[in-house]
């Protein structure tokens, strides 16, 4: 499979490339990324269309800057994409969605199976204590990460709005309010500190009793090799909008 990694001289680009270099069948035969790099077995350019090689898969870990001429590019030369860069906004996933119809596109907050696996926790958590527990979100990312709340604190979070039927909103600072929570939010905060991979928290509060489902990331590896098996996984697919659920079954 040759691949080409976009965002290749940050730390998950780096973590990707580290990971391909452990499977035989996958060779890196390009970078994308606008700090020039030499210290690499392969070229690297500072946009896709400059890319010397036709690769078979392209993994994103850039910024969102990158993704319109990404898209452009996977569109006009039919190359699947693994999009793992967060931060994006509506009219950006608006995008992801209209060029799926052409190509096979992988689009997740998180590539961790661990993490995929307590959406459908938290999901079934959801359904059945419905609106009797007050429901919260605690996230922790090391103090170098831009966006917040994270991009699977949403995940996270859009997962209850849908199973409860949108009647939940979400709070992200209630120093400007002073009055009780409200019983339909879902309070999301943002701890950022360290060098902290990722920690992610659902906390369903009740009368008298407190669940909490967690999931902590203890090393980057986790998320390259989930786009690498998200890699494996387009290579044989058709147009469309894929996630790690397809994956999981």
């Given at each position: 499979?040759?691949?080409v990694?976009?965002?290749?001289?940050?730390?998950?680009g780096r973590?990707?490339v580290k990971a391909?270099e452990?499977?035989?069948?996958?060779?890196?035969?390009?970078g994308?990324d606008?700090?020039?790099?030499?210290?690499?077995?392969f070229?690297?350019?500072?946009s896709?269309?400059n890319?010397?090689?036709?690769?078979?898969?392209?993994i994103?870990?850039?910024n969102?800057?990158?993704l319109?001429?990404?898209?452009?590019y996977?569109?006009?030369?039919?190359?699947?994409l693994v999009?793992?860069?967060?931060?994006l906004d509506e009219?950006q996933?608006?995008?992801?969605k209209?060029?799926?119809q052409?190509?096979?596109?992988?689009?997740?907050?998180?590539?961790?199976l661990g993490?995929?696996i307590?959406?459908?926790?938290?999901k079934?958590?959801?359904?059945?204590?419905?609106?009797?527990f007050?429901?919260?979100?605690i996230?922790?990312?090391h103090?170098?990460?831009?966006?917040?709340?994270?991009?699977?604190?949403?995940?996270?979070a859009d997962e209850i709005?849908d199973?409860?039927?949108n009647?939940v909103w979400?709070?992200?600072?209630?120093?400007?309010?002073?009055?009780p929570?409200?019983?339909?939010e879902i309070?999301i905060?943002?701890?950022?500190g360290?060098n902290?991979v990722?920690?992610?928290e659902?906390?369903?509060?009740?009368?008298?009793?407190?669940?909490?489902?967690s999931?902590?990331?203890?090393s980057?590896e986790i998320?390259?090799d989930?786009?690498?098996k998200?890699?494996?996984?387009?290579?044989?697919k058709?147009?469309?909008?894929y996630?790690?659920?397809?994956i999981?079954g």
């Amino acid at each position: 499979m040759k691949l080409v990694v976009c965002g290749c001289s940050g730390c998950m680009g780096r973590m990707v490339v580290k990971a391909a270099e452990k499977h035989e069948d996958i060779e890196v035969v390009g970078g994308i990324d606008l700090e020039k790099c030499t210290e690499f077995g392969f070229p690297v350019v500072d946009s896709a269309e400059n890319l010397t090689i036709k690769p078979e898969v392209i993994i994103d870990f850039s910024n969102p800057r990158a993704l319109t001429s990404l898209l452009s590019y996977a569109k006009n030369n039919k190359i699947p994409l693994v999009l793992c860069t967060t931060g994006l906004d509506e009219t950006q996933v608006e995008q992801i969605k209209e060029n799926s119809q052409i190509i096979p596109i992988f689009f997740s907050g998180n590539m961790s199976l661990g993490i995929n696996i307590l959406l459908k926790l938290v999901k079934e958590a959801a359904a059945v204590l419905k609106n009797d527990f007050d429901i919260e979100i605690i996230e922790k990312h090391h103090n170098r990460k831009i966006d917040a709340p994270s991009g699977t604190a949403f995940m996270l979070a859009d997962e209850i709005s849908d199973t409860l039927k949108n009647q939940v909103w979400y709070s992200y600072d209630r120093h400007s309010r002073r009055k009780p929570r409200d019983k339909n939010e879902i309070g999301i905060h943002s701890i950022r500190g360290g060098n902290i991979v990722g920690d992610h928290e659902v906390i369903f509060a009740g009368k008298n009793e407190v669940i909490t489902l967690s999931h902590h990331a203890q090393s980057r590896e986790i998320f390259a090799d989930g786009a690498i098996k998200a890699a494996r996984f387009l290579c044989d697919k058709g147009a469309g909008l894929y996630c790690m659920d397809d994956i999981l079954g």
